[in-house]
């Protein structure tokens, strides 16, 4: 069974640039989650999803970032204008319902210079 | 709010050493419990888990138990190999399924 998928896996910009991430859940997982990861912290979940729902995104820096999953299937997020404190690795995470076990993707590496 | 701590890292130890990774935390509830890994180069990937007090977890040689009296659930591996180099999280679960994190533990394990 294929996991999550992710791309791109590294990404460079200058600040004030834009950037998308984009993420494919497993097969058939209802739920899909995007974390952020900075260096020395544990994720903190950005959006969720139940099908093409958004659940919560209270923690979602709203006038700079945006996500969608338009068909309830993959996922993209985009950061606009980026700034330095957004250096991060975005993880997207899937898992087939609410309450159950999230399964990772690799993580996109955000560097804002 | 909720909130999970764990030791600061990293932690350095030979192969064939028993490691203790501490995570203790704080919740109005009953949360459920968990470590996740992540290996060099991959993604997280859930280590254990425990829903109620007193329940072990255990997975690959580790096990942590709930310990509501004392709000921890400490990992524990009787002896370490190479390959158990990574970075550990404790996280806690209550009951809107949102997860809180702890900041990670690097563990390095020398031959």
């Known amino acids: 069974e294929a996991g999550v998928a992710q791309s791109p896996r590294y990404k460079i910009i200058e600040k004030r640039q834009s950037v998308a991430f984009w993420c494919n859940p497993i097969?058939?997982?209802?739920?899909l989650y995007w974390y952020q990861q900075i260096l020395g912290q544990g994720p903190k979940l950005l959006i969720q999803f139940q099908n093409n729902g958004v659940v919560d995104d209270s923690q979602l820096p709203k006038d700079r970032f945006s996500a969608e999953r338009l068909k309830g299937v993959d996922s993209t997020l985009k950061i606009q204008p980026a700034k330095l404190e957004d250096s991060a690795v975005y993880l997207c995470a899937s898992s087939l319902d609410r309450g159950r076990e999230l399964f990772f993707g690799e993580g996109s590496r955000l560097t804002v210079l | 709010g909720d909130s999970v701590t764990q030791m600061e890292g990293p932690v350095t130890l030979s192969e064939e050493a028993f490691l203790t990774i501490n995570c203790t935390y704080t919740a109005t509830g009953y949360p459920s419990l968990f470590w996740y890994v992540q290996y060099p180069g991959e993604g997280l990937q859930l280590l254990l888990k425990a829903t109620k007090a007193d329940d072990k977890g255990s997975n690959k040689g580790f096990e942590a138990t709930y310990r509501k009296e004392t709000t921890s659930f400490h990992l524990e591996k009787g002896s370490v190999q190479v390959s158990d180099s990574a970075v550990y999280f404790c996280a806690l679960s209550e009951s809107n399924y949102q997860l809180i994190w702890g900041a990670g533990t690097k563990l390095i394990i020398k031959p």
């Open positions: 097969s058939g997982h209802a739920t």
